[in-house]
């Protein structure tokens, strides 16, 4: 029995070197293995980092141009409008005139104003007296108090003298 034993106790630390040597072994390959993996799993993630970041920029290109043509359009826009308040404000400033020279006529006791039509230039600040009137002389009154009351507008006097019957 003790040749028993001793054997074993010979054999048994080689048995198990042995298996821990396997053991090892396997631990290594294992961890190979598992490296492999993570690189794979790297080169993975990596490809899709690539991609998202082409689709990300691809994008932002695509917004960059969107934005450009909107802030032409709106260039556009506030150019029209500007152009849109001008031609107000000179329609505005016609109106003004017209009604001024209007009142004042009408109120004129040297003129019959029934005959007299005003109105203003297309391109502004010319502010027409057209119509009949009966003599030389409310045709010269009627220029005379279009011009004071027409501040800073021209007048062009186109009334004609029609006698009256």
């Known amino acids: ?12 630390p080689l048995a198990l070197s042995a298996g ?13 293995k ?5 690189e794979e799993a790297a080169r993975d993630a990596a490809r899709e980092a690539e991609k998202a970041a082409r689709e990300t920029e691809k994008a932002a290109h695509e917004a960059r141009k969107e934005i450009r043509e909107a802030m032409g359009e709106a260039r556009g826009a506030a150019r029209e409008a500007r152009s849109a308040v001008r031609e107000a404000g000179r329609d505005v400033r016609d109106a003004k005139q017209i009604l001024d020279v209007r009142a004042a006529l009408a109120l004129s006791q040297d003129v019959t104003s029934s005959g007299i039509t005003v109105r ?3 391109e502004g600040r010319t502010l027409f007296l057209e119509g009949t009137v009966p003599t030389a002389a409310e045709k010269a009154t009627a220029e005379r108090i279009a011009r004071e009351k027409a501040d800073g507008y021209r007048v062009s006097n186109r009334l004609r003298v029609v006698a009256a019957r």
């Open 20 to 32: 821990c040597r396997r053991t090892a072994d396997g631990a290594r390959e294992d961890a190979k």
């Open 1 to 12: 029995m003790r040749r028993r034993g001793l054997a074993l106790a010979l054999v048994l």
């Open 34 to 38: 598992a490296a492999r993996e993570a």
């Open 120 to 122: 203003a230039s297309e």
